[in-house]
Nanobody, 115 residues
Framework: VQLVESGGGLVQAGGSLRLSCAASGLSFSRYVMSWYRQAPEKERELVAVIYDTGRRINYADSVKGRFTISRDNAKRTVNLEMNSLKSEDTAVYYC?????????WGQGTQVTVSS
């Protein structure tokens, strides 16, 4: 199983980035897909989660109204559209796939927001 994130980078506050996670080696449409992030010296936290069909979605309060998670089961990808970025969004962003009892993580992609 592989989860490969892409799309991170350096952006100014107020800007946008689109993260993508490409999955292989798993029955993608069965998996709950999530984006997490971890800032320096902080615990990893859930950013957004999208369930198998894509109809059920949840966001962390800190990103509601600014971030949008989506998935394409045919392409085996999950995306995170991030708008109105703030300096506090700076973190390594991780893709996670979960379908009990299996859990897989990507290697992470750095997002840095300059103020």
């Amino acid at each position: 199983v592989q989860l490969v994130e892409s799309g991170g980078g350096l952006v100014q506050a107020g800007g946008s980035l689109r993260l993508s996670c490409a999955a292989s080696g798993l029955s993608f449409s069965r998996y709950v897909m999530s984006w997490y992030r971890q800032a320096p010296e902080k615990e990893r936290e859930l950013v957004a989660v999208i369930y198998d069909t894509g109809r059920r979605i949840n966001y962390a309060d800190s990103v509601k109204g600014r971030f949008t998670i989506s998935r394409d089961n045919a392409k085996r990808t999950v995306n995170l559209e991030m708008n109105s970025l703030k300096s506090e969004d700076t973190a390594v962003y991780y893709c996670k796939a979960e379908w009990s009892p299996n859990t897989y993580w990507g290697q992470g992609t750095q997002v840095t927001v300059s103020s």
